[in-house]
């Protein structure tokens, strides 16, 4: 007899939805401070889940709260990274 495990659920820093963790992509800023896209889940540092949509990403950093979670200021370049990869991640499905 199989147990069904349970997904772990993370909330999007965008749209505030609770959502299965896979479906989610997680931001981390490294313990040396930079910040990049985790495609992995596993790289060390402070995380924060969004949704592969540019919607929730302009929402995030709109409202601030992806700097907030992350708890550091996030440069302009360092965003436009991870919009890139988020667009190219949509179009690439």
Known sequence: MSRIRKQPQRMCVGCREMKNKRELVRIVRSPQGDIDLDTTGKKPGRGAYICPEPECLKQAIKGKRLQKALEQNIP?????KIREQIEQDKTGQ
Do not use: D, P
């Open 76 to 80: 302009e370049g360092v965003l436009e």
